[in-house]
């Protein structure tokens, strides 16, 4: 019904900065939601940063200062910005939303394939 679509994940040195991107398609009415999760290796997935329709951005503690979340909401694209990246940044990085696919059905989630964040040291 959605696709969500990551990109620009790649390898980085410490104190580097990388833009993810996240393209949501289908059967979209309106997004609610859009957020960023990451998951390290051995690691629950976890919140990174989250842009609720509406809402200012929630950041994560580890994130607050260094990424950044924007949407486009013409384009339904969601981007986080991230700066002086740390190895422990390390983590295939989700995107997530909260779309009603029709004016009369309720929020549903879908999820990206995830794109891979390394940050070496």
């Known amino acids: 019904q959605v696709q969500l679509v990551e990109s620009g994940g790649g390898l980085v040195q410490a104190g580097g900065s990388l833009r993810l991107s996240c393209a949501a398609s289908?059967?979209?009415?309106?997004?609610?939601?859009m957020a960023w999760y990451r998951q390290a290796p051995g690691k629950e997935r976890e919140m990174v940063a989250v842009?609720?329709?509406?809402?200012?951005?929630v950041y994560a503690e580890s994130g607050k200062g260094r990424f950044t979340i924007s949407r486009d909401n013409a384009k339904n694209m969601v981007y986080l910005q991230m700066a002086s990246l740390k190895p422990e940044d390390t983590a295939v990085y989700y995107c997530?939303?909260?779309?009603?696919?029709?004016?009369?059905?309720?929020?549903?989630?879908?999820w990206g394939q995830g794109t891979q964040v390394t940050v070496s040291s």
């Open positions: 842009y609720t329709s509406g809402d200012s951005p």
């Open positions: 289908g059967s979209i009415f309106n997004i609610n939601r």
């Open positions: 997530n939303a909260l779309v009603r696919t029709d004016y009369d059905t309720p929020l549903d989630e879908f």
